[in-house]
């Protein structure tokens, strides 16, 4: 979910706008990366009740492309 940045949720038959979907559809936006060089990026919780949540993020660009990837262990 780190990458997500909105999630849509149509119902009903306004939801054909998005293909044949009669009962609904889920649209869901990725964010964009928007930064000029490559960053790596990780981060870890520990809290009462045995929480635990692991987070790593990198962006990462090339000369005709851009992509982010991230990973969570919770």
């Known amino acids: 979910m780190d990458l997500v940045d909105r999630i849509e949720v149509i119902r009903g038959p306004a939801s054909s706008l998005y293909g044949a979907a009669l009962g609904g559809a889920i649209n869901y936006s990725l964010k964009k990366g928007n930064s000029q060089e490559n ?28 992509f982010s990837v991230a990973y969570t262990n919770t």
């Open 39 to 66: 960053r790596i990026g990780a981060g870890y919780q520990i809290g009462s009740f045995g929480l635990s949540h692991f987070t790593a993020k990198g962006d990462f660009q090339t000369n005709s492309s851009r």
